[in-house]
């Protein structure tokens, strides 16, 4: 069956410049994580989506980061005037639910580089 | 400060020998703890999980270990194969908040002919 999927898997852009990361999450699985890679680093939580719940944006870095989910489903994550560190690799995940022991299924993630 | 520390950083095995990689923790409350591998240019995708009664679970050649009172557990992959050159990544799950999962940054693990 069709896992997580993102897109671009590569987005090389300058700085300033805005940028849209897309992630289509697992049919039915109604919780979807944002996450992002630095080289070296551990992953870092930066917002997640429950059903219609209002989203935790506990982990967004700056204002300049900003992510909406659709009608449930697909979500992109916005980076407005983008800076070079926020170079990284930004990883979707979606689960079933948000029990304890519901497995976080990710995507193969997008691959920023801001010049 | 809620962390999970993975030691090596790195590994480099031959093929068929075995190894064992670590993971230290001082997150709290536990609710969970996941290894995950991660390829190069993929996601992580989920080995095992284990919850605080649970000492030790298997994937296939994959055994996981928890000691829950040392904060300690372990991966331990038996007869390695070319394609266990990946990243693990031991995830910590805390009872409370939201962002409830907290990651190592893995041990990159090679396996060589």
């Known amino acids: 069956g069709a896992g997580v999927s993102q897109s671009p898997s590569n987005k090389v852009t300058e700085k300033g410049k805005d940028v849209e990361l897309r992630c289509d999450p697992i049919s039915g699985h109604t919780a979807l994580y944002w996450y992002r890679q630095s080289l070296g680093q551990g992953l870092e939580f930066l917002i997640y989506f429950q059903g219609n719940s209002a989203p935790d944006k506990s982990g967004l870095p700056s204002d300049r980061f900003s992510a909406e989910r659709t009608g449930g489903s697909v979500s992109t994550l916005t980076i407005q005037r983008t800076q070079q560190e926020d170079s990284a690799v930004y990883l979707c995940?979606?689960?079933?639910?948000?029990?304890?022991?519901?497995?976080?299924?990710f995507g193969p993630g997008t691959r920023l580089t801001v010049l | 400060k809620n962390q999970v520390e993975q030691s090596p950083q790195s590994l480099i095995i031959l093929e068929g020998k075995n190894c064992t990689l670590q993971c230290n923790y001082t997150v709290s409350p536990f609710s969970n703890l996941r290894w995950y591998k991660q390829d190069t240019g993929r996601g992580p995708v989920s080995l095992t999980i284990m919850t605080f009664s649970e000492n030790t679970k298997s994937n296939g050649r994959y055994t996981a270990t928890l000691d829950a009172d040392t904060k300690q557990s372990s991966l331990h992959i038996t007869a390695s194969q070319l394609s266990d050159s990946a990243s693990y990544i031991c995830v910590v799950s805390v009872l409370t908040g939201a962002n409830n999962l907290f990651f190592g940054t893995g041990t990159r693990l090679t396996v060589i002919p």
């Open positions: 995940a979606s689960s079933i639910g948000l029990a304890k022991t519901d497995t976080q299924y």
